[in-house]
């Protein structure tokens, strides 16, 4: 039985309190430690609304925004490998409004007026986007294997231009911001011939600021131009992004084709094959993560939460008793970023903690300081224990959990087998080459081996480690590599070769050159005809 605290009668903290899972402390945590300084201090009119506990509950979650026809919808029908309900996909801008893709035992598709009153759903404090809003938001529920473990979201289509911008009817990026906020991945698809980032997708990049870890940038449709127009097309995007999302770290692009259909352009099919299992491997490795990624979102919130008590309780001690309210008010808006820096020095806080000053000095306007709550100390050092204590203990006991039960990977659609079979990334390629082959696959490039071989004055069939390091060094591969190399080859660990240790010496070297892995052990298909059992016994 889990305990996040040193069990004290019976497997009871002091408060009473006993939780069987990390998210049954996390959501305890918040409901006890972090909420009631949020309600006093407005945090929900500001920042984010209140958490529930299907916000804890609720399966990972993955955020798809793009731009119109760069195949979000088509992407979604890739890993699912079946149309759900409410799909439309064209060269047109098609999905209109957010489909949220989840489980359910019978298809089906649920309005959004529904959705946000469904206790089991994380989507209930999307009712303060209103009617524009819920009107465009629909969940697809449909019995899938990939969603037994994942929800996707899919959203509109992103247009250029002010007038479709406007006609939304609600905050297109502060519904973005309000989902990146909760969901574990978020993928930015972009086409390979719109690379062009329109005003309102810039806005909806800059909207999911704050949440730079959980980005990942797919580059679609990637077969229907040549490697030369790919390279080029790549780097315009990153220029593109970096422009963007202003942090000096790169973000990971996964470079493809994301559909069912044959490719168009074959030249750089294992570079794609490559980055599709990258991609796969990330996503399925978000239910092992998720409950990590609640955790550190809860910190994050934490920090920001005190911040702003800091911020409101310092605006209301500056605020005049009687007369003069507007005017102060005013210059403490004006002030705003001096007050930051103050009270960065007094209470030691991160720059990169305090929420943007244009947006705060904007929505001040609208409250008056003067009701504002002082600064209630027992509120923020609750805050700061729960920070300082319990998360840590919350910290190994996802550990303890995952070694008693690790979550299931992501499984099902196009994640099923991806790794298996003849298809398989990597298969009957580099050293797993002649796996299948009933020869010895050295043998077929032996006879110019052998060549070789003979010029290195053999003695009884063998040459020693200096004559071979000559030779070997002609690869120009580093001596690390050249070493494990020599290591694979010396199958009797006499520290010389013979003929067929040679060979095998040559062919690992082949493969390395050709950009393949080496293995830590050999395979039973490398190993010469007349060393089997010394390699068996190895």
Known sequence: ????????????????????????????????????????????????PALEPADFQSKPMV????????????????????????????????????????????????????????????????????????????????????????SIIDTPGIL?????????????????????????????????????????????????????????????????????????????????????????????????????????????????????????????????NAALRKLNDLIKRARLAKVHAYIISYLKKEMPSLFG???????????????????????HISPGDFPNVAKMQDMLQHYDFSKFPSLKIKLIESVDKMLATKIAVLMSMIREEESKQPPAMVSGGAFEGSQDGPFGQGYGEGISAGADAEDWIVSRDKHRYDEIFYTLMPINGKITGVNAKKEMMNSRLPNTVLGKIWKLADCDRDGMLDDEEFALAQHLIKVKLEGYELPTELPDHLVPPSHPLTAETD
């Not at 305990?3 to 309190?17: A, H, L, T, Y």
């Not at 949440?211 to 030369?228: C, E, F, G, H, S």
């Open 160 to 288: 250029s231009g002010e007038k479709q911008r406007i006609s939304r009817g609600y905050d297109f990026a502060e519904v973005l911001r309000w989902f990146g906020e909760r969901v574990d991945r978020i993928i930015l698809l972009f086409d390979a011939h719109k690379l062009d980032i329109s005003d309102e997708f810039s806005e909806a990049i800059k909207a999911l600021k704050g949440q730079d870890d959980k980005i990942r940038v797919v580059l679609n449709k990637a077969d229907q131009v040549d490697t030369q127009q790919l390279m080029r097309v790549y780097g315009a995007l990153m220029w593109s992004l970096g422009k963007v999302i202003n942090t000096p770290e790169v973000v990971r692009v996964y470079l493809g084709s994301f559909w069912a259909k044959p490719l168009q352009n074959t030249e750089n099919r294992r570079l794609f094959e490559a980055e599709s299992q990258d991609l796969f491997r990330d996503i399925q490795s978000l239910p092992r």
């Open 63 to 150: 955020l798809l925004v793009g731009q119109y026809s760069t195949g979000k919808t088509t992407f979604i029908r890739y890993l699912l490998e079946q149309d759900f309900p409410g799909m439309r996909i064209g060269p047109e801008p098609t999905t209109d409004g957010f489909i949220a893709v989840m489980y359910g035992e019978s298809e089906g598709v649920v309005p959004g007026n529904a959705l946000v009153v469904d206790p089991k759903k994380p989507f209930r404090k999307l009712n303060a986007f209103g009617n524009s809003f819920l009107n465009r938001f629909i969940c697809s529920q449909m019995p899938n294997q990939v969603l037994q473990s994942i």
């Open 1 to 48: 039985m889990f305990s996040w605290v040193k069990q004290e009668q019976g497997g009871r903290n002091k408060e009473g309190e006993m939780y069987q899972t990390v998210t049954e402390g996390l959501q305890s945590l918040y409901t006890k430690k972090l909420l009631p300084l949020e309600e006093t201090y407005l945090f929900h009119d500001f920042h984010s």
């Open 325 to 347: 309210r507007e005017k102060k008010k005013e210059e403490l808006i004006m002030r705003l970023p001096e007050i930051y820096t103050i009270l960065q020095r007094e209470h």
